[in-house]
């Protein structure tokens, strides 16, 4: 079992950045590809980015392209989310997902753990 807890969602007016933070524990975090994945209101849940198990690949999905940046920490068992240029198009629900295959891993039936989520709200 892998337990996945994120933080630092918030409220942040366009053009502003957050930090998104998930922390694991359990089995071997390196053992495991890291992903985000955001659900709006109404809408499905959709794949964000995702981080090779040791950290060297990234994949993206094209509208975070350039603002969005995946990364982490094997050494503090954590995968960050830096978001910049936030637009109220990036409101939703995040949520940080692990699993054993390899990226660029785009679907949600491709994780195996998921963490409760975290807020972004963007205000126009």
């Known amino acids: 079992q892998v337990q996945l807890v994120e933080s630092g969602g918030g409220l942040v007016q366009a053009g502003g950045s957050l930090r998104l933070s998930c922390a694991a524990s359990?089995?071997?975090?390196?053992?495991?590809?890291m992903g985000w994945f955001r659900q709006a209101p109404g809408k499905e849940r959709e794949f964000v980015t995702a981080?090779?198990?040791?950290?060297?690949?990234?994949y993206y999905r094209d509208s975070v392209k350039g603002r969005f940046t995946i990364s982490r920490d094997n050494a503090k068992n954590t995968v960050y989310l830096q978001m910049n240029s936030l637009t109220p198009e990036d409101t939703a629900v995040y949520y940080c997902?692990?699993?054993?295959?390899?990226?660029?891993?785009?679907?949600?039936?491709?994780?195996?753990?998921w963490g409760q989520g975290t807020q972004v709200t963007v205000s126009s």
């Open positions: 359990g089995r071997t975090f390196s053992f495991y590809a």
């Open positions: 997902a692990a699993g054993r295959r390899y990226i660029p891993m785009t679907s949600q039936y491709q994780y195996d753990y």
């Open positions: 981080i090779s198990k040791s950290g060297d690949n990234t």
